[in-house]
Structure formats: structure tokens, C-alpha cells
């Protein structure tokens, strides 16, 4: 299985897997080069996915593919699905199960100004909101803030309050929050500190979980892949930063993306 993401969110998927199915091994890319993907526009995502696939399955016999970003999964999961005979799976904000789930008719969407701005967020949010309020923060900046903390930075309390801020504000806050970034998930409990303690974050692994559970059983994928291998695509002070943090995921080959 092949996992990619411009950055350590795809990390958090990853680790879930791994708990939930020990014996898949996968092909993780951190695509750091063109980190975040967040400010890159359509184009040059769906481009830059599609060169990912194709390099990595001309080394490696991949037979799923997991998107582990939202901003790629909204820009390019129909695409690559057209394009490629394997199955590939996207990472999307689940706001079918925030509307279920809500008491106070307030929902939080969070993610990147990429994932905010595109046609299938603007679509599901017209066609998911009936009587439910949505509140939306479009930010890159929690992206970066994860990133300092994987690597062992300390977490500002100060810089999370200023992109909650229009939350904070609000006479009744949203009792449901999406985390529309896998990034975001490495931050639950300091996004948590700063709202209403009783707030229910939702976020896609479950259901990401599901789906590989399905392709894995369904289809009985024989795995071709015998290890855990980690890509990279630019060697530089962040990235050797982060490979002391890596050691938990059993990655038992590290190098440069061809």
C-alpha cells in the first residue's frame, strides 16, 4: 500500500493503521519538497499525485493507494481514480457524520484554504447543511504548527487562540468540530485547551480504516510489498530533524524519492 502526503499529517493515518492493521506493510511518501499542499494550486496537485504513483509503483508493486491529505484528496481523488486500475482512497472531511452527530445545530469545519475552496467541499456543504450551521476556518498556518510539534517544538498556546479566534468569539461555539486536515490531528488536545472542553472532533480515519479493511478482505489483496519503506523528496534540516521521530513506525528503509 502506498501512503502520500506533502507533510508528517499522513503520519497520523499511518499510525492508526498500523494499530488497527499491524501486518499491512506500505510505502509512505513524504512529498516535503512541495510541503504544504495546502497553497499549491489544483493543477499542480493532481500533476504532482499522478508523478508520485507512477514512480513508486515502477519500484514497488503497490495495489492500494491512500491519499493521507485532504487538500490532494480534494483536488485530485476523481482524477487519479480514472487514471489508475487500483484502487486509491482519499482522506475527506466527513461532514455527513458531524451532522449526525451535532446537538446544537453547530458544526466546525477546519482545513486548509485549498480544501475550503474546493468544488466538493462547496458542493457537500450546500447539499449536508439543511438546518445545521457550519462554521468554517480556512487556515494554512495549523498545517505548520503540527509539523513544529512531530519534531518536538513546543505548541504555542497564543498561535492556536489567533485562528480560533472566530470561534472563541461566538456566543454558542460549535459542539462538533471536523478537522479537515490530517495534520490536525496531531492537535486535538491543544485545539481542545482553548474551546469548549466537551467539543467532539471528528475526523477520517474510522472510515478511511474501513474502506482499506474492505479492499484488503474483499478483493484478498496478496501483499507483494515484504517491509515498511519511507520516501522523502528533499534531504534538509526539517526532515533530519524528523527522522529521530520516526522510529515507532518500523520503517525498515528510509531514502530519496527518484
Not at 510539534?149 to 462538533?176: C, H, M, S, Y
Request: glycine share 4%.
Amino acid at each position: 500500500m502506498l501512503i502520500f502526503d506533502s507533510g508528517v499529517g499522513g503520519l497520523s493515518i499511518l499510525k492508526y493503521i498500523k494499530k488497527k492493521l499491524p501486518n499491512i506493510h506500505y510505502v509512505y511518501v513524504l512529498d516535503n519538497e512541495f510541503f504544504p499542499y495546502g497553497n499549491k494550486k489544483k493543477l499542480f496537485i493532481i500533476e504532482r499525485s499522478i508523478n508520485i504513483i507512477n514512480i513508486v509503483k515502477k519500484i514497488y508493486p503497490i495495489q492500494i493507494v491512500l491519499i493521507a491529505c485532504n487538500t490532494a484528496s480534494t483536488a485530485s481523488l476523481s482524477i487519479l481514480r480514472k487514471k489508475f486500475n487500483f484502487p486509491i482512497i482519499g482522506v475527506l472531511p466527513d461532514i455527513h457524520t458531524a451532522k449526525k452527530i451535532t446537538k446544537n445545530n453547530i458544526i466546525g469545519l477546519i482545513a486548509t484554504k485549498a480544501t475550503i475552496n474546493s468544488s466538493y467541499i462547496k458542493k457537500i456543504i450546500q447539499k449536508k447543511s439543511f438546518n445545521k450551521v457550519i462554521k468554517i476556518i480556512a487556515t494554512n498556518k495549523l498545517a505548520l504548527i503540527a509539523e513544529k510539534k512531530i519534531r518536538g517544538i513546543k505548541v504555542e498556546k497564543i498561535e492556536l487562540q489567533n485562528i480560533f479566534q472566530p470561534w472563541i468569539n461566538l456566543a454558542v461555539q460549535p459542539d462538533t468540530i471536523i478537522l479537515g486536515c490530517t495534520h490536525f490531528l496531531l492537535l486535538k488536545k491543544e485545539i481542545q485547551n482553548i474551546l469548549h472542553p466537551s467539543v467532539y472532533f471528528i475526523d477520517s480515519k474510522k472510515i478511511i480504516i474501513s474502506k482499506i479493511k474492505k479492499i484488503f478482505y474483499k478483493t484478498k489483496i496478496d501483499q507483494k510489498i515484504i517491509k515498511n519503506i519511507f520516501f522523502y523528496s528533499k534531504n534538509n534540516k526539517k526532515l533530519q530533524e524528523l527522522l529521530f521521530f520516526l522510529q515507532e513506525y518500523n520503517f525498515n528503509i528510509k531514502k530519496k524519492l527518484i
